[in-house]
């Protein structure tokens, strides 16, 4: 069965620092592999995700992630935080074997200081 | 384009009331799922519609939890009799097709506190 891990359930970083937020996924079948962030009192909003091809993603607000096979990890970066990147962030998995059920991890809530 | 609506936003019960949350998705979006959110976790899934079909409800709690999507379009959840772990927020979300690679679009949610 699927599963995502996000290690850390909160990030503090200085405004301009790297940001890098941890996700580890299992499953048995290649899979498709997302992140999502929630600003209070909103939804969901996908910020980028993987299929195939191209193992480096490019999302919105300058955020990156980077499909590691072998590490089975899928970890979201962006080179400067800024203030408004404050916010949860989800890593999610689905892939065949869980009829394609999208399965998120716990969440990571990431805090930028001044 | 007008996003996923969701109401009421707030909601607070007595346990074994009863409560209803209602969801409208994007236009011309085949397929509606229905998340719970609890404090502190990612959002589970509760039940997928693909149009007005049931696609998964393998983690609704069927004894108290119920929903539909009448034509195809808005759904309805409910909650019956609602317990004080039922407190959380329910997340409504659609995507244009079923596949597992689809990026789901979510309504802001409904928080519901049971005392």
């Known amino acids: 069965a699927q599963s995502v891990t996000q290690l850390g359930s909160h990030v503090s970083v200085s405004e301009g620092a790297l940001v890098l937020l941890r996700c580890n996924y299992s499953?048995?079948?290649?899979?498709?592999l997302f992140w999502y962030v929630q600003y209070p009192n909103q939804g969901l909003q996908l910020l980028l995700k993987?299929?195939?091809?191209?193992?480096l993603v490019k999302g919105i607000n300058g955020f990156e992630a980077e499909f590691k096979k072998s590490e089975t990890s899928f970890h979201l970066t962006k080179p400067s935080a800024h203030m408004s990147d404050a916010a949860e962030y989800f890593c999610?998995?689905?892939?065949?074997?869980?009829?394609?059920?999208?399965?998120f991890g716990a969440g990571t809530r990431l805090f930028v200081k001044a | 384009e007008a996003g996923v609506a969701q109401s009421p936003r707030y909601k607070i019960i007595e346990k074994r009331q009863s409560v209803a949350f209602w969801c409208n998705p994007i236009?011309?979006?085949?397929?509606l799922y229905w998340y719970q959110q609890i404090l502190g976790q990612g959002p589970k899934l509760l039940i997928q519609?693909?149009?007005?079909?049931?696609?998964?409800d393998s983690q609704l709690p069927k004894d108290r939890f119920s929903a539909e999507r009448l034509k195809g379009v808005d759904s309805t959840l409910k909650i019956q009799p609602a317990k004080l772990e039922d407190s959380a927020v329910y997340l409504c979300?659609?995507?244009?097709?079923?596949?597992?690679?689809?990026?789901?679009?979510f309504g802001p949610g409904t928080r519901l506190t049971v005392l």
């Open positions: 979300a659609s995507s244009l097709g079923v596949g597992g690679m689809n990026e789901q679009f």
């Open positions: 499953s048995s079948v290649p899979p498709y």
């Open positions: 993987y299929t195939t091809g191209a193992t």
């Open positions: 999610a998995v689905s892939d065949a074997t869980g009829g394609f059920k999208t399965i």
């Open positions: 236009s011309g979006h085949a397929t």
């Open positions: 519609f693909q149009n007005n079909g049931v696609v998964d």
